[in-house]
């Protein structure tokens, strides 16, 4: 599900395409026993929690793995988008379902159980705080550093070889601002930066913890946000 420029709840601009309707008709479809197992199991849902952990949580009603993946993005979307537009979770639940093209007691059902998952805070806070993290040009996804040795041959003569040079290169694969797809980056190290690398992030690392302790004494809870996942 996507979400548009809104900042009113009246004229909200989402974009819920096809397999997430799917889910959203789904979870209308629920029996109430059935939901009731799921709202327990997103009781226990940490803060931070990864999209993987939510996607869990609702396969404890039986959904299907598809099914239970499009409600965890469902959520996360309706959770960031009611901050972005001021409304609370009943107005974004019944906007939800209308534009998924719920009626009658569906959308009465969907609507209920959508707003006891957005009241859930952990869910709300976890959606919030990785809509925050991640609103840069550029997210991090998964990176790798491949080493080569390259061979210097004798000057004229290639069946000699007098030294070699050790290279590696650095492959970082990112998301671009509001995308789940991928591009990915290269550049060549040597020794040197590899030395200049470590520092910096054994650097970012101490200041990280010593943000974490200042966070613990004003006593806010630290939110990691999860990694992009569909």
Known sequence: MGRGS???????????????KEGVAAL????????SQILEALSEFPL???????????QAGELSESDA?????IFMNMAAAMADWGIDAESMAQS???????????ADRFSAFATSVMSIKTIALTARCNDVTTEQARAYCRGRIMTDIRPVYAINDTASIEAASVVHQLHITYHKRHSRSTEDFFVALDHND???LRSMIDRALEKHNTASEALKKLQVEECRPATHED
């Open 194 to 196: 590899l030395r200049q």
């Open 69 to 73: 993946r499009a409600a965890s993005s």
């Open 48 to 58: 931070g929690g990864t999209r993987e952990r939510l996607t869990n949580c609702f």
């Open 28 to 35: 209308a479809a629920l029996d109430p026993a059935v939901t």
């Open 96 to 106: 939800v379902g209308e534009h998924a093209g719920l009626t009658g007691d569906a």
């Open 6 to 20: 809104s900042n009113t709840g009246d004229d909200m601009a989402l974009e819920i395409p096809d397999r997430h």
